[in-house]
């Protein structure tokens, strides 16, 4: 079977910096990640050195600002970063977009004081941070959160477990959200805690059908103190914290999952140009043709998706909506594409020795993280026709 390269993306990129920094993106992921991605999934390895040559890379904090050791790239360029790196391994592409995810709180709430003591390490300075929103009886509603912050002087004490956390047990620090005051999404604060905190600790990590090479665990406040200078925004402000980095975030899995989707539209065509049946390659019946044109509209549509998405943001306008459209439709879109892949491939595609069977499975957690593609709907319903009715 010849071996065809899949052509790189042909990317609309605002600026020459932009296009080198995809430039430097595409080669660490051809040379440091894509070789090593299925060994390492497969034996459930995380790759935090990996994650280290990010940093030193200046890829880490790249939506933030360089005053604090950021990259000061549009949210456009971002994420189509992600996507380059989630198309070499997703545990990659979705680990910088929680970690992204984890320094938004601190960035967009914090004093001018947190953010210089702070943020330099956590943007450039081989940090990796987990968000700790979800627990194991509040996921989708996520204001009924039961983990406590109780005042005690200067300091807090949490106490309480979260659940689902990417990067839970090898995270340098946690953004946490505990309730502090009342029932309701009014009772709940942020925080910024070091991941060796006196208390803290992670469960076995969760054995799971795919990114079995990101550390997935119940993360355990026993009675974790902090001092109030590591409070994040105000008292009862987190819920509203959350949800402004959650609307973020949706980007970030949805450029994740078109990364998943081109990866295996590469490797389909690939086995469908080089497999060859009756004489000629199968590429050449109609049937097949048909699905991998179908497959290809779909990954274009959706980063046109979370592109139009992502310009709004940096233009400073809304764009909840959008971001709920664009995490729906790209995770549902490498949902089908990936299966698509596996039929192209036939017997092929059911085996590991080729990657399309571990995009599937990696595909699947797309529509469920940070936020369900139900819930999604919800969100865009809002939006067009106003809150249910009680």
Not at 281 to 292: K, S, V
Not at 335 to 345: F, G, K, S
């Amino acid at each position: 079977m010849p071996d065809r390269a899949p052509q790189p993306v042909d990317r609309q990129l605002p600026t020459d910096e932009a296009r080198d920094l995809i430039s430097l993106v595409r080669d660490i992921a051809q040379r440091e990640i894509a070789p090593k991605a299925a060994e390492e999934e497969d034996a459930g390895r995380f790759p935090r050195e990996i994650f280290t040559l990010l940093s030193e890379s200046g890829l880490l904090g790249l939506p933030y600002d360089s005053e604090y050791g950021g990259g000061d790239q549009p949210y456009e360029v971002y994420l189509q970063v992600l996507e380059e790196l989630a198309a070499a391994r997703l545990t990659v592409g979705l680990g910088v977009s929680v970690h992204s995810l984890a320094c938004h709180a601190l960035a967009n709430y914090g004093t001018k004081e947190q953010q210089v003591e702070h943020l330099p390490d956590m943007l450039g300075g081989g940090l990796l941070g987990a968000y700790c929103l979800s627990e194991p009886a509040s996921g989708s509603d996520a204001a009924s959160l039961r983990t406590k912050g109780v005042r005690d002087g200067d300091d807090w004490v949490l106490t309480g477990t979260k659940a689902w956390i990417t990067h839970g047990g090898v995270a340098d620090f946690c953004t946490v959200l505990a309730r502090t005051g009342g029932e309701g999404a009014r009772g709940i604060t942020a925080f910024l805690v070091p991941g060796d905190a006196e208390g803290l600790s992670a469960a076995v990590p969760e054995k799971k059908m795919g990114m079995k090479g990101s550390p997935t665990a119940q993360v355990h406040f026993d009675g974790v103190r902090i001092p109030d200078s590591r409070r994040l925004g105000e008292e009862g402000q987190g819920f509203a914290i959350a949800l402004s980095a959650l609307d973020s975030g949706r980007l970030g899995i949805a450029a994740c999952a078109v990364g998943v989707a081109q990866a295996a539209l590469d490797e389909a065509v690939a086995y469908a140009t080089g497999r060859e049946q009756f004489g000629r390659p199968i590429a050449d019946f109609q049937g097949l043709r048909f699905m991998l044109a179908d497959m290809a509209t779909r990954i274009e549509a959706g980063r046109s998706l979370y592109l139009t998405a992502a310009r709004l943001r940096d233009a400073g306008r809304p764009f909840a909506r959008q971001a709920a459209m664009a995490k729906l439709f790209c995770t549902d879109t490498a949902m089908q594409v990936t299966i698509d892949a596996v039929q192209v491939l036939g017997g092929y595609g059911y085996t590991a020795d080729f990657p399309v069977e571990r995009y599937m499975r990696e595909a699947k957690v797309l529509q469920i993280v940070e936020g369900t593609n139900q819930i999604q709907r919800m969100v865009i319903a809002r939006h067009l026709a106003g809150p249910e009715s009680r």
